[in-house]
């Protein structure tokens, strides 16, 4: 069995940076959004479940899902959200153990990207997580930045995720991102250097 670590954060802490960074040295990197996005395509499984329950107004005219629709949608309202969270999180865990398993036969250490890690308690499949972390005025002014958005709105969002400071508690490993790209690369580069030793018990 390899060792599987996993890598969370919060919106525009900066975790695709570390994912792309670990792939470009060669590690296998299960990107749960991408798995996500893949359900949520024309034919997947996730992609009948939402226009069942929120119908044909989140299909754009391409076939494709309205992502920008279906996050308002699900954001604005904490029932939504809860109903997100209990069935869409059911496929993609069963989604996401499939990957693990098939991973786990042929990599000594391979990598999984989960968003939401902690709050639906993916942490006792990993050997170590690592959080990138970042400071809130620094991760609302990325977010606004990245998704072109109002303060008021990427507050929003960011308050209906665990804040970063309460991850900080639960992780064996936390990766500062306040900084530089290549500030986060080489604490990436000093954890792999460390091997067993930077796992906190």
């Known amino acids: 069995m390899g060792k599987i670590i996993g890598i969370t954060g919060g919106i525009a802490s900066g975790k695709s940076t570390v994912s ?11 990107d749960a959004d991408a798995v996500v996005h893949q359900l949520q395509r024309p ?3 996730l992609y009948q479940l939402l226009v069942q329950h929120f119908g044909q107004e989140i299909i754009l005219e391409n076939g494709e899902l309205n992502r920008p629709l279906l996050a308002s949608l699900i954001f604005s309202n904490p029932e939504e959200q809860e109903w997100s969270k209990q ?22 250490i391979f990598f999984m990207d989960i968003p939401l890690l902690f709050e639906q308690d993916y942490s006792a499949w ?28 990427a507050e929003s969002r960011l308050a ?7 991850k900080k508690d639960l992780a064996s490993q936390v990766l500062d991102n306040n900084g ?11 954890l792999l250097e460390g091997g067993d030793s930077c796992a906190r018990d």
């Not at 869409?88 to 042929?106: M, N, P, S």
């Not at 209906?160 to 309460?166: F, G, I, R, T």
């Open 20 to 30: 792309n960074f670990l792939r470009e040295q060669g590690f296998q990197v299960v």
């Open 160 to 166: 209906a995720q665990w804040s970063l400071e309460k």
């Open 87 to 108: 069935l869409q999180g059911e496929i993609i865990r069963e989604e996401l153990v499939a990957l693990r398993e098939q991973l786990a036969q042929t990599e000594a």
């Open 126 to 153: 990993f050997d170590e997580t690592w959080l990138i972390y970042v400071d809130r005025d620094v991760q609302v002014e990325r977010f606004m930045k990245r998704d072109q958005l109002s303060k008021e709105v």
């Open 43 to 45: 034919g997947g499984r």
């Open 180 to 190: 530089s790209r290549d500030q986060l690369v080489s604490q990436v580069v000093k």
